[in-house]
Nanobody, 120 residues
Framework: QVQLVESGGGLVQTGGSLRLSCAASGLTISTYPMAWFRQAPGKDREFVALINWSGSNTNYADSVKGRFTISRDSGKNTVHLQMNSLKPEDTAVYYC?????????????WGQGTQVTVSS
């Protein structure tokens, strides 16, 4: 059974930083493209960042480019999202996701999410 468990969310002031983690079990992250999404209250879930199976290729939403960094620690089977220069509009529930191939649209597995709140 595949499980993705997010952690590291919390309350931070504008300009602050947080590091989210996604611990995977039941799958090996070095064989799956992994991504982060977020959903703010009253809004649709949106893509944040994607990393390929080897970590050699990453992709970011324009709204987070230059501020967020996705990475993977294969030894710990964990994916991270380093978030710097946080803004109130980054407030959302952040979800980790995995898919079988890099270019497929649908994600096969999702975590339960971790809340990030940025105060102004």
């Amino acid at each position: 059974q595949v499980q993705l468990v997010e952690s590291g969310g919390g309350l931070v002031q504008t300009g602050g930083s947080l590091r989210l983690s996604c611990a995977a079990s039941g799958l090996t992250i070095s064989t799956y493209p992994m991504a982060w999404f977020r959903q703010a209250p009253g809004k649709d879930r949106e893509f944040v960042a994607l990393i390929n199976w080897s970590g050699s290729n990453t992709n970011y939403a324009d709204s987070v480019k230059g501020r967020f960094t996705i990475s993977r620690d294969s030894g710990k089977n964990t994916v991270h999202l380093q978030m710097n220069s946080l803004k109130p509009e980054d407030t959302a529930v952040y979800y980790c996701a995995a898919k079988s191939t890099y270019y497929q649209r649908e994600y096969n597995y999702w975590g339960q999410g971790t809340q990030v709140t940025v105060s102004s």
